[in-house]
């Protein structure tokens, strides 16, 4: 199970931390990620980061967004600064499958929405 | 970064046969093939199919995937009310060092 926290309404420029606790997988072991939806829009990844650590990002949140992970606490991490409104959307985390393409398992999201 | 390209909607009647595709080039699809994902209005995506062709257990088996080329086909056959929904694509990009996702096809069920 992947649930996610921390969204929520948060002005421009502002900053949030999206939380993903995980259960029955192993957070550290997998590659994770993060993909968001936009209103009325399709998916769109984010980031990621692998078993050994190694991190990835999208262009459009390159320098702003950070992702991490807690062993201990076996959670995942996006910490999200300098918020835009086009940063409005569902933020999901993601499990992705063995070889680390594919997205096999996803939470049920946590709403951010950029806005004065 | 640039997505892959699916039809935006796509039309069958009930018990008929959907085919969507999903097209992108010899850096993501043609090297990878793609997963497809369904998703209901409100609801996270499903995986439906992963490294191509590859299915999830419990996933239906009115499903089935392929690839030609640089082009992923997802197939739907006896469709039924609950396949009325939204189905992308997704891989990883080589030459981006990125993950894509196809835009989307919304699949109505007439």
């Known amino acids: 199970q992947l649930v996610e926290s921390g969204g929520g309404l948060i002005q421009p420029g502002g900053s949030l931390r999206l939380s993903c606790a995980a259960s029955?997988?192993?957070?550290?072991?997998?590659?994770m990620g993060w993909v968001r939806q936009a209103p009325g829009k399709g998916l769109e990844w984010v980031s990621a980061v692998n078993n050994g650590g190694n991190t990835y990002y999208a262009d459009s949140v390159k320098g702003r967004f950070t992702i991490s992970r807690d062993n201990y606490n076996n959670t995942m991490y996006l910490q999200m600064n300098s918020l835009r409104a086009d940063d409005t959307a569902v933020y999901y985390c993601?499990?992705?499958?063995?070889?680390?393409?594919?997205?096999?398992?996803w939470g049920q999201g946590t709403l951010v929405a950029v806005s004065s | 970064q640039a997505g892959l390209t699916q039809p935006p909607s796509v039309s069958m009647g009930l018990r008929q046969t959907a085919t969507l595709t999903c097209t992108g080039n010899?850096?993501?699809?043609?090297?990878?093939?793609a997963a497809w994902l369904q998703q209901h209005p409100g609801l996270p995506p499903k995986l439906l199919f992963y490294?191509?062709?590859n299915r999830p257990p419990g996933s239906s088996e009115r499903f089935s995937s392929s690839r030609s080329g640089n082009t992923a086909s997802l197939t739907i056959t006896g469709l039924q009310p609950e396949d009325d929904a939204d189905y992308y694509c997704s891989t990883w990009d080589t030459s981006l060092s990125a993950w894509v996702f196809g835009g989307g096809t919304k699949l109505t069920v007439l």
């Open positions: 010899n850096n993501n699809v043609g090297s990878r093939g």
């Open positions: 490294r191509n062709t």
């Open positions: 029955g997988l192993t957070v550290s072991s997998n590659y």
């Open positions: 993601a499990k992705l499958e063995t070889t680390g393409y594919d997205f096999d398992f």
